[in-house]
């Protein structure tokens, strides 16, 4: 049964019961999504409505949500895109990851704008949503494959090629909490995502569709979209990333201070333009498109032709995960990073939190934390790169020092003990991913404060900003011009990070790709495309708002996990003057108050300085009681 | 002629935060720009941004006029134009 009162929409979610096998279609909520408009913002709802606290985030009773937005339509500029939402194990509190390909699309082809998972499978199980029909297939013929082999084992199953596959690999399986799920080459990697599926025994979801979702104005959807696709073109940031994907940033970000390195002892290391110069001239093979449709075509193919860390042409090299792999560990072999990340996305594994946590045992080693019978002759120096796919793989498959490096470095430092907590870099328990707050002090604020944690998607905006320049056409909202905004100053920098995480959430909400905000799409174009879709009246001061509402729902949703103001804080060591690299005598470059950049923040978003909630007045104008 | 070259973000860093007024001949086009760049500029600039022997920068620095990238070097500059260079962040 589909909603009519909505257009636009495919009108039905999904709701699997994977105890019993059971999936039945029900009708989308026209109030909740004119309210939460979709993605991260509807999961948010349902969430907070249906999980209860403490609920365990590897139990049957978790739920992980599967979110696309209006806009996850292949036409649309950044469109493939789709969210997962849930519980994580990694921290305990919200958590979201966002994957691009083909899924979302095809999941609204198929009659779903969303997948409600809950329970555990008796025995492994994958899905096929096709056609407003969801399949339960045996799949214990599947465990132990990696993601690439499983993927194509189930595409061959159902006989066509053609299926948008999400699928866990043995990391997920092993309930691994910096576990991904992936989409081929792309990962929902973040917040342990895969652990949750590898619980629920949910090997894989197939996905295929031929339904097209009914356009309130198409005359008007199609000159939107294409007036969007014409500005998106002559923007440097779109230009940028498709010449030279997101590994291109590298160099700049070392030099200008925004590539932590040795595990956040400095912001800068001076290797980055020679491990770049090898990537370009030894890996890079040409770039695409990660779902149909896509112009930007950000991804990138690559290789390594031969030697010890030979790999298959395959789609990966980005920046967060190539950086994780060499200044986080202090690698200056990139063959070792590409080979390294590309074991990642075999075996399911967050490239980001898997850098990290190698980083930390490094550090461990070099203070010799660790006990000789735990490490097994591993040598965990700094800079090993031979050390680093043997690592990965103990992670994986929870093997030797594996087992603790895969609970994530908050908790792999509450095992280790010894006083290993201050080598471990996260916020609220999520690692930090490639990008510095000493090269824009509003990156600390976003840092301390982002829902899911020190996070790479939803607090980069605060960087791109103060640092970048960018403004997303967001200052006739009230955001302060950039140019104007100097990037080591402390001033203002709380406030404008509350406008720019409204801004910014948006993307997963309405379905699409970040990146394209960062190449030219404006808060005006997607209300635009998504009038004309649904033939609702909405303006970007509208968009600005739902986003506000959802950022204070999740942050109810983590207030009832027990998160207060005291969990606002970024490690002490990420607040330092670098301890080496360009920017070690640069006295500005630490961040000092960090305490009154969040009192700013607090009292602009309307929350409790000292618990952290948002204030009765807040919730009432955001209509959230 | 003389136009101004406006660099953004990180770029200030080498080209300087104010507009920095450059002479050109009469008729000039965003080559001869690139050209007077080198002369000024090109030896301290770090080689991920400028190539010297090319003559040229690397990776994703743009020039800009009106807003909108220009890639086209043959494109005529005229005498009180703006131009912008910025450098494209890229990273995820």
Redesign the interface.
Known sequence: MTNNELTGFAGQQLRVNLDIWEAFAEPISAEMTRKYLGGAGYAAKLLYDELEKDTDPLGADNIMVLATGPLSLSQVPGGGSLTLCFKSPLTDIWGESRVGGDSAPELKRAGFDYVILKGASPEPVYLVIQNGECEFKKAAHLLGMPVSEKSAAIRKELGDKSFAVLCIGPAGENRVKISSVMSDDRAAGRCGGGAVWGAKNLLAIAIKGAKNIVVADPDRFKKSVKNTHAIIKKNPMFLGLKSAGTIGDIPGNDDGGDWPTKNWQSNSWGKGPALYDHYEANNFIKGFGCYKGCTMACARWVKVKDGKYSTPEHGGAEYESISCFTAYVMNENMDAAVHSTYLCNEYGLDTISTGAVIAFAMECFEHALWKDEDLQGLNLQWGNSEVLPVLVKQIAYREGIGNVLAEGVRNAAKLLGQGSERFAIHVKGLEGPAHDPRSGKALAVAYATGNRGMCHIHPVEAMAWDRGKLDWGLMEYGLPDPNNVERWDENRKGSAVAMLQNGLALPDIVGTCKFYMYGGVTIDHLAEMISALTGWDIDGQELLKSSERVINLQRLFNIREGVTAIDDQIPERVKAVPGFGKYSKEEACGISNLKDMLLEFYQTRGWDPVSGKPLQSKLKEMDLI | MKIYLRS???LC?YFGKAPQEIELEEVAMLQDLLLEIDRRWGNDL????WDPAKKQFR??V?F?IDK??V?DLRTPLNDGLQVEL???????
């Open positions: 953004i973000a990180d860093d770090p080689t991920y941004l990776g994703s743009y800009l909108e990238v890639q910025m450098k494209a962040l890229v990273g995820g």
